[in-house]
């Protein structure tokens, strides 16, 4: 996709995104056709662990909720386990039904290609943190905030789909300046920093309040929105590994939250030995600036 055909504004991506098909990952597609081809043995349970890996065809899922049944009945699907029981088994294999992979989309820009896939694995890892702590909170709903996590940097995997030349020129700035803000350099190429085309899309899939909420920053007064962004954090700052100098924080911001000690929480995380001593201490030392993510 050429950037001259590209949108110059925020209505404009909006229109270009909402209106296409999210493509899912090659490996959620050959998931799928595995399991539909023995579909008498499959549950929802089965589905929902295949959607729950891949949070393009997780956002799929919710939108496609969205589109049917009572208003009263979509409000109250905010996890994944419970738009597949709605659905029912055949059901969804019927509605996703040859899905795009993003891998044939991106064939020809395998750059664009790990860029992406590099932002899926953040989101994966981010979902996980984000369940386990939940679980610890005795969050009312765990899945909830673990979908929320999962889908908080849609916008950011999107653009690797639909336009890797402005995604890669982003990362380009970024890394050739450390001192520099995602936000303002998103800014600058698109014209509007990325947190804003994700909270449009959850108002144009009409993705229920309450998730929207905790993919919400700007609510993170809430304890639950600080559950999902603290595990977005974590997992963007340890993804080259647990010497960003953000980390230190990180950490204390999650030991205030589940209200866990150090040691407890190095535990939880199973790091490995060797790192110990320093992320004891609370003094890891970036032994190089760790580059700046996307959203």
């Not at 050429?2 to 229109?15: E, F, S, T, V």
């Not at 860029?115 to 610890?136: D, T």
């Not at 199973?270 to 959203?295: D, I, K, Y």
């Amino acid at each position: 996709m050429l950037n001259k055909r590209l949108p110059q504004d925020l209505a404009g991506w909006l229109m270009l995104v909402s209106d296409a098909e999210i493509p899912i990952l090659r490996q959620t597609v050959r998931r799928l056709d595995k399991a539909r081809q023995q579909v008498e043995r499959v549950n929802g349970r089965d589905i929902t662990d295949i959607v729950l890996q891949d949070p393009l065809l997780a956002v799929r899922v919710v939108a496609f909720i969205q589109s049917v049944g009572s208003k009263h009945l979509r409000s109250d699907i905010t996890n994944i386990a419970s738009a597949v029981m709605m659905l029912g088994v055949d059901p969804f294999f019927r509605t996703f039904e040859k899905p795009l992979a993003i891998e044939t989309m991106l064939s020809q820009q395998p750059q664009a290609l790990l860029g992406m896939l590099q932002v899926v694995l953040r989101a994966q890892r981010a979902s996980r943190y984000a369940h386990e702590w939940a679980f610890a909170r005795h969050d009312m709903n765990v899945e909830e905030v673990a979908l929320a996590a999962l889908l908080h940097d849609l916008a950011e995997i999107l653009l690797w789909c639909f336009a890797p030349e402005l995604a890669m020129e982003i990362r380009s700035l970024l890394h050739a300046d450390r001192n520099l803000r995602s936000a303002s350099v998103q800014q600058q190429v698109l014209g509007f920093p990325l947190a804003d085309l994700q909270l449009a899309l959850c108002e144009a899939w009409h993705l229920p309040a309450l998730l929207t909420t905790l993919m919400d920053d700007s609510n993170g007064q809430l304890p639950r929105v600080q559950n999902v962004k603290l595990a977005v954090n974590l997992a963007r700052h340890s993804v080259d590994g647990w010497t960003d100098a953000a980390i230190p924080d990180d950490f204390a911001a999650i030991e205030k939250l589940l209200h866990i000690s150090r040691e407890t929480l190095l535990a939880r995380l199973q790091l490995p030995p060797e790192l110990l001593p320093g992320l004891m201490s609370g003094s890891v030392a970036a032994r190089s600036a760790s580059p700046h993510r996307l959203a």
